[in-house]
Nanobody, 119 residues
Framework: QVQLVESGGGLVQPGESLTLACAASGSWFSVNAMKWYRQAPGKQRELVAA???????LYGDSVKGRFTISRDNAKSTMYLQMNSLKPEDTAVYYC?????????????WGQGTQVTVSS
């Protein structure tokens, strides 16, 4: 089993920056993908950024050029650096890891962390 714990959310003003972290614990054989999602009240869950087997990470159109996803394998932690934040970035942000703990892959989710961008 894999447990994900998120941190770094908070209240910031438009134009400011914030970095989210997602620390993984437990055990796993391999990781297929690492992703950040967000969901605002009354809206669908939205893919923000992802690290897959591709050479470059992928980003949602609304955050491309402003957000950066990264990972530190030694610390079993993934990050989301958010720059030039806008009010429309306000949402609960969730980390998601697709990992194998044995014979098959499973989805693992963090508890979510609130990001509020407001003046």
């Amino acid at each position: 089993q894999v447990q994900l714990v998120e941190s770094g959310g908070g209240l910031v003003q438009p134009g400011e920056s914030l970095t989210l972290a997602c620390a993984a614990s437990g055990s796993w054989f391999s990781v297929n993908a690492m992703k950040w999602y967000r969901q605002a009240p009354g809206k669908q869950r939205e893919l923000v950024a992802a690290i897959t087997g591709a050479a470059e990470p992928l980003y949602g159109d609304s955050v491309k050029g402003r957000f950066t996803i990264s990972r530190d394998n030694a610390k079993s932690t993934m990050y989301l650096q958010m720059n030039s934040l806008k009010p429309e970035d306000t949402a609960v942000y969730y980390c998601n890891v697709i990992a194998s703990t044995g014979s098959f892959y499973q989805d693992f989710w963090g508890q979510g962390t609130q990001v509020t961008v407001s003046s």
